[in-house]
């Protein structure tokens, strides 16, 4: 009998494959897909040659990751490169605001009136960000903050909406690019502690950067699924899982799948039926043949790019796809451009990009004209580049990838107390009905991005239990 069987071979399933098997236990990791990955992989969706990554491709979670940064990624081949600016926020008159690893930099670039500001608003965290992300990011409740004083100033900050944290700044040029990092997750901006989401994300790119990963994501998970075989563990694909009978025999069975999912396979009936999903995407992977003509110059050097024209047009675009049911007629786009640091991506002289903007839960539109009439605003000409393009709403994501329900790729609403506490109000997030079974998705704490807390906060639950059978 197996200590320990893992379903779901995204970011959280092979770290929790990965820590149980660093402790000794026997582990099988099954994947339904012909490849790992889930939320990091890397395909050739329009020509070849042209390596595009079907969901997270810039990662600033990822490199700050406790888990990551526990592992011995980069002899598997995991290479981090940074592009010259983590992010860029143009504006309709050629200008940007930016997001530097130098603060003085992101500060400098928002005026004057409100560089003050934000060097006092990211100060007193910058030299505690190690330890204050393994704080936030850990197992909720059993494991004691090493810096608690930090971690409650942090929560004083971060706790109330991303709107209160705007009142800080007197231009737009800052409210406008904080508004873009809060939209990263498709929370309404006034929502409960928006202002953490953005300040996370500034606090990644000063302290270590928002990298791509060497070759595309594919990376990331293939070096996670490397350190697992090297431990002894076995990786089965193609393998789908309907019911827990579909599995061997194991002491613990642990679930990188959505809440509806699990209680599918696992007979829990409506046990996660108050659990709530939030909003679509709309995605395009472009093939290029030259760098996106932004107009801003900062654009051109950054890999990762928002698009709003203001902190309105953005709040406007989130709150249509989440609170009117429709897609935003000026959509704010995530875009990143891997190429402008990664020339193993593309041909010689071409490029690959993707942009995506938020939908509606489930919608079965086409954002194509939208996005692109967006990109032209701030790159003028961006549709004479385009030698290809895929598209995928949100019934091609969840074709895709069965966790991003209604093309939610953040697998669950992140609003209201679901924020912070999910998929249910417990003490024991990765727990279920049943003794044996624990979830470690995106869906469980600290939520969504790649890298792979989830997996490594639920694995210390399934080896807790495991030590005690």
């Avoid at 302290?207 to 990963?213: F, K, L, N, S």
């Avoid at 109000?425 to 995106?442: D, G, K, N, W």
């Avoid at 997996?455 to 005690?468: D, E, I, M, S």
Wanted: a positive charge; aromatic letters at 8%.
């Amino acid at each position: 009998m197996l200590d320990a069987v893992v379903v779901g071979a995204g970011p959280n399933g092979l770290t929790a494959a990965v820590e149980l098997a660093r402790r000794g236990f026997s582990v099988a990791l099954f994947e339904a897909k012909g490849t790992v990955g889930g939320g990091a992989r890397t395909e050739e969706l329009t020509l070849p040659g042209f390596r595009h990554d079907p969901c997270s491709a810039a990662h600033p979670l990822a490199v700050s990751s406790p888990a990551f940064r526990g592992l011995p990624l980069e002899r598997h081949g995991l290479e981090w490169l940074h592009p010259e600016l983590p992010m860029a926020h143009p504006f309709l008159d050629g200008t940007a605001a930016v997001l530097s690893r130098s603060v003085g930099e992101t500060a400098a670039s928002f005026g004057p009136r409100d560089a003050g500001a934000y060097r006092r608003l990211v100060t007193p965290f910058l030299h505690r960000w190690d330890t204050l992300v393994r704080d936030f990011m850990s197992l909720p409740l059993t494991a004691l903050p090493r810096d608690p004083v930090t971690l409650a100033r942090f929560g004083l900050v971060g706790l109330p909406p991303s709107t209160w944290l705007a009142r800080r700044f007197h231009d737009e040029r800052a409210r406008t690019l904080l508004a873009g990092l809060v939209a990263h997750v498709m929370a309404p901006l006034s929502g409960f502690a928006t202002s953490a989401i953005g300040l996370v994300f500034a606090l990644a790119a000063h302290t270590r950067g928002w990298p791509v990963a060497r070759g595309g994501s594919q990376a990331i998970s293939d070096a996670l699924a490397a350190h697992l075989r090297e431990l002894g563990g076995t990786v089965h694909t193609d393998y789908e899982v309907k019911r827990l009978d579909d599995l061997p025999p194991a002491r613990a069975y642990v679930f990188d799948t959505s809440p509806t999912a699990l209680a599918r396979i696992a007979g829990f009936g409506d046990y996660y039926a108050r659990y709530r999903y939030g909003p679509g995407v709309f995605k395009i992977d472009y093939a290029l043949d030259g760098p996106v003509p932004w107009t801003a110059p900062e654009a051109r050097r950054a890999g990762t790019v928002q698009i709003g024209a203001d902190s309105a047009e953005i709040g406007a675009a989130l709150h249509a796809a989440s609170r009117e049911n429709r897609a935003p007629d000026a959509p704010f786009l995530i875009t990143v451009q891997p190429s402008v640091v990664d020339p193993t991506r593309a041909p010689d002289g071409k490029h690959v990009f993707w942009a995506y903007g938020h939908v509606p839960h489930g919608w079965d539109g086409d954002l194509t004209e939208a996005i692109e009439r967006q990109l032209e605003r701030f790159a003028p000409g961006f549709r004479d580049r385009v030698l290809a393009r895929a598209t995928a709403g949100p019934p091609e994501l969840a074709a895709r990838n069965a966790n991003y329900i209604g093309g939610d790729i953040a697998t669950g609403a992140v609003s209201g107390l679901q924020t912070l506490l999910r998929p249910k109000l417990s003490l024991f997030p990765y727990a279920t009905p049943h003794p044996a079974v624990f979830i470690c998705s995106q869906a469980t704490p600290p939520g969504p991005g790649v890298h792979g807390m989830p997996g490594h906060n639920a694995a210390k639950a399934v080896w807790r239990r495991l030590r005690q059978t």
